[in-house]
């Protein structure tokens, strides 16, 4: 009969510390994922505490990433336009003098031939300058405004945003004396003579029109850059703040489950020592 009641003891002290010793375990893991999400600020430090939340989490890092990425993209192209607009710009002023020296030719009245020779000098010198200056220009090593066969930049895909669909086109056109009609010295165009003074006016008129045309047209195209750039920007923020509350780790929370953790595992202590103690005392009542 002590026999029988000894055992019965026994087996509840051995039942006591098996419960007091999984709580441990327990309360010890979570300390251990309360204690890894606070010093990472990472919620999500393994797969098991949220899996959909990871795979969300997941998708939406590579979002943000391509974001980011596409932001640059499109601040490269606006420094792409503005570097072909500042050279066209050149090129205005370099039309609006030489429109001046035809107009000047275009004068019978009064001018020598002398005097034109010297105004076809500055001309096709001006000329020459417009064809140096479109097969020049470049960004990245690539021709912009060139009109060099198999040079031409045309129209040029560009990424704006993370996916591949997310593409616009950027297009530059040739922007010479020859592409524009206004052809250097040796091509029959000059202002030696009234007549072809006059017709180097409109030939310039036109081209004129044309630069003009290209820079409006470069000037559309960055402010849609522009336009593109804050909209990633914003939708950046969005997905930054959305990813954040899945993945970044709630300090109050975390904090307040590692106190509860550090607690329950005193008391599991507590207890075990208490369940080891009544092991003790069956022993003593045995005379061990």
Do not use: C, W
Not at 76 to 91: E, K, P, S
């Amino acid at each position: 009969m002590v026999m029988h009641m000894a055992f019965g003891i026994g087996a509840t002290s051995s039942t006591s510390s098996l419960f007091a010793q999984n709580a441990l375990r327990i309360n010890n893991l979570l300390f251990q994922r309360t204690a890894a999400q606070l010093s990472s600020g990472n919620r999500l430090i393994s797969g098991a505490i949220d899996p959909s939340g990871l795979a969300i989490s997941m998708q939406m890092r590579s979002q943000i990433g391509g974001t980011d990425q596409a932001i640059y993209n499109t601040q490269d192209n606006i420094n792409l336009t503005r570097t072909a607009d500042a050279q066209l710009g050149t090129q205005g002023e370099i039309l609006g003098r030489m429109r001046d020296l035809a107009v000047r030719a275009g004068n019978d009245a009064t001018l020598t031939a002398s005097d034109r020779t010297r105004l076809d000098n500055e001309y096709q010198s001006l000329a020459t300058e417009l064809n140096r200056q479109g097969r020049s220009n470049s960004f990245n090593t690539k021709q912009l405004t060139t009109d060099v066969a198999g040079s031409q930049y045309g129209t040029q895909s560009a990424q704006i945003g993370p996916n591949s669909g997310d593409n616009t086109g950027v297009t530059i056109n040739p922007s010479t004396a020859d592409s524009m009609g206004i052809t250097a010295a040796g091509s029959g165009q000059n202002l030696l003579t009234g007549a072809s003074a006059r017709d180097a006016i409109d030939r310039i008129d036109t081209a004129i029109e044309q630069v003009s045309t290209q820079r409006a047209s470069l000037g559309v195209q960055e402010r849609n850059f522009q336009y593109i750039t804050n909209d990633l920007s914003a939708q950046r923020i969005n997905m930054t703040e959305a990813n954040s509350r899945i993945a970044d780790t709630d300090f109050a929370a975390a904090i307040s489950e590692q106190t509860k953790a550090i607690l329950l595992g005193q008391v599991s202590i507590a207890a075990l020592s208490q369940s080891n103690a009544q092991g003790f005392g069956v022993l003593s009542l045995l005379g061990a």
